[in-house]
């Protein structure tokens, strides 16, 4: 099984939380049980979240505008102010962020500039779920063409979904010890994004140590995880952790 084109092909876009993403982890857990392995879920709760297609109008024009996932709904006009920066992931140089403000100067949204590529892509903000600002992302290139003082007409927004269940994907070859090493990666994606190279081809280069490294002698073993919601601040992965630590 080839889990790039099963997952950004056979699936596609696999937001956290979502019936695709259900589908990728059965597609993980298959791909698992073909080399010999006993996949096994480990499932969580979270709350999910359905963006909305942004709107966003500078100075009358319509810009290219991708949604921050879990951000709170605006709907309105103001004007530039850039506030601040961060360092770039990727590269060198800074992001640098803006805030529309109101007629009175007070904050009413956010607009950053994606972090990962040329687009306006979608992400998340550096706030946690519960207390991110109304905010949309542009691309890098016009990040550099907002001035302040520009009149901007901003609408955003989504749906929060609780109750929804997510399964990181686990499959084990063990050792003559109790240590083990983590061969990992994620398998959803970004909101309509289908993901190959985030990261069905990470998905993909675990499976295919886990063909290479089956039926060994090893010393420490081997723990081939697929993770669930990364791309919400790396959800999955983080209760991983917080459960290897408890238990």
């Known amino acids: 099984m ?15 939380g979502s019936d695709e993403a259900a589908r990728a982890a059965d597609t993980v857990a298959e791909a698992f ?47 530039i102010r850039r506030i601040g ?13 803006f805030a529309v403000v109101d007629s009175q100067g007070a904050e009413r949204a956010r607009i950053l500039t994606s972090p990962f590529s040329t687009g306006a892509i979608p992400f998340m903000s550096a706030h946690v779920h519960i207390t991110t600002p109304p905010t949309a992302f542009v691309s890098r290139a016009d990040a550099e063409r907002l001035q302040d003082g520009m009149g901007v007409r901003l609408r955003v927004g989504g749906r929060f979904l609780p109750g929804r269940r997510e399964r990181n994907v686990i499959a084990d070859v063990p050792g003559t010890s109790d240590d083990h090493v983590v061969v990992c990666a994620h398998y959803d994606s970004v909101w309509r ?55």
């Open 2 to 16: 080839d889990l790039i084109t099963s997952l950004a092909e056979g699936i596609g876009p696999r937001t956290a």
């Open 33 to 79: 049980r073909e080399l010999g392995l006993e996949p096994r879920f480990q499932e969580f709760e979270l709350l999910g979240y359905d963006a909305d297609e942004p709107l966003l109008e500078v100075e009358g024009e319509r810009w290219d505008a991708g949604p921050c996932m879990y951000a709170h709904a605006f709907d309105g006009e103001g004007t």
């Open 85 to 97: 920066s961060s360092p770039t992931p990727v590269g060198e140089g800074s992001l640098p962020t």
């Open 193 to 247: 994004g289908p993901g190959a190279i985030d990261n069905a081809s990470g998905v993909e280069g675990v499976r295919r140590v886990a063909e290479t490294m089956r039926g060994r002698r090893l010393a420490r073993g081997l723990r081939f995880v697929a993770f669930a919601a990364e791309e919400i601040k790396l959800t999955g992965s983080r209760y991983y952790v917080d459960e290897a630590k408890l238990r």
